[in-house]
């Protein structure tokens, strides 16, 4: 099913994402990381990394899990 209006799904613990280290450097400038439970704040809910995958292009790729926070 297509998402013609750009609605963010609706994120539940245990769902994972993939974000770009841009976005996480990001959310960190804006205030949207905590650095003691290591949890980034983005679309409205908490999220730990799960992983990093690095690609050809010299981009980081990191997989995010949204946790109950």
């Known amino acids: 099913m297509s998402n013609p209006f750009n609605v963010l799904p609706p994120w539940k613990p245990g769902d994972t994402r993939e974000v770009s280290e841009r976005t996480l450097k990001q959310a960190q400038l804006e205030g949207r990381f905590d650095s003691y439970a290591q949890v980034y704040a983005l679309d409205g809910?908490?999220?730990?990394?799960?992983?990093?995958?690095?690609?050809?292009?010299?981009?980081?790729?990191?997989t995010l899990v949204c946790v109950n926070e």
């Open 45 to 62: 809910k908490p999220w730990k990394i799960l992983g990093k995958v690095s690609q050809r292009s010299g981009e980081t790729l990191y």
